[in-house]
């Protein structure tokens, strides 16, 4: 039976990406956890994360997770989501905070100056809705989800890779940019599987079966 775990660090709209997890996976437990001995033991582990990058680093360590989010990236299928993803890179523009740098790459703003939609008018920050993913390559968490499938955002900030090897679907808001990245065992995404409906669903299933 596989063990989930969501990590628990007081940032993140844990109640519905566990729901959606047990809905997809009824066989599966599911835990909400701040416990760092309960994510080690984990078969699974799932980062989501909302509001302030700087917040979100500080209750990380504050609450002792941190080496516990580092070792799962590490070692077991890890699923990022939202600040779940950019906290997995480098210097984030909001607050000149650090994140825990397991990835190379950085956090930038979506230039003010760029929001522009195709007919001239001004796009707002943050970039909140459904919107399309491109798929850069094959990958076991896109399947049965067609390219190019809609997927709800919301966020101000987006990440940079510093190699184009890790990303795995980008998407169009002014400016187009890194929508979800994999690397080994890790893969995350700026939207909320969690808040998209079908396929959504089917994204979280695919992690659920994922043995990388």
């Known amino acids: 039976m596989s063990t989930v775990?969501?990590?628990?660090?007081?940032?993140?709209n844990l109640r519905s990406v566990a729901k959606a997890i047990e809905h997809v996976a009824p066989e599966?437990?599911?835990?909400?956890?701040?416990?760092?001995?309960?994510?080690?033991?984990?078969?699974?582990?799932?980062?989501p994360g909302q509001g302030a990058m700087p917040d979100c680093m500080r209750e990380l360590s504050a609450r002792g997770l941190r080496d516990a989010v580092v070792r799962a990236a590490a070692e077991k299928p890890f699923l990022g989501i939202?600040?779940?993803?950019?906290?997995?890179?480098?210097?984030?523009?909001?607050?000149?905070?650090?994140?825990?740098?397991?990835?190379?790459?950085?956090?930038?703003?979506?230039?003010?100056?760029?929001?522009?939609?195709?007919?001239g008018t001004r796009l707002k920050v943050p970039h909140m809705g459904w919107n399309q993913v491109q798929q850069a390559e094959a990958h076991p968490l896109w399947d049965g989800i067609e390219d190019a499938a809609r997927f709800y955002f919301v966020h101000s900030?987006?990440?940079?890779?510093?190699?184009?090897?890790?990303?795995?679907?980008?998407?169009?808001?002014?400016?187009?940019?890194?929508?979800?990245?994999?690397?080994?065992?890790i893969f995350a995404v700026q939207f909320h599987p969690e808040k998209s409906a079908q396929a959504g669903l089917r994204l979280l299933d695919n992690f659920m079966r994922w043995n990388p």
């Open 28 to 47: 599966a437990v599911v835990r909400i956890s701040s416990d760092a001995a309960e994510i080690a033991s984990a078969d699974r582990v799932v980062v």
């Open 5 to 12: 775990v969501v990590v628990d660090y007081g940032m993140g």
């Open 157 to 185: 900030y987006y990440v940079e890779p510093q190699t184009p090897d890790l990303i795995a679907g980008s998407t169009h808001y002014g400016i187009p940019f890194t929508s979800a990245v994999a690397r080994a065992n």
């Open 82 to 119: 939202c600040v779940g993803l950019q906290m997995l890179f480098g210097l984030a523009e909001e607050g000149g905070v650090m994140g825990l740098e397991i990835l190379p790459g950085t956090v930038p703003r979506f230039p003010a100056a760029a929001m522009v939609a195709a007919d």
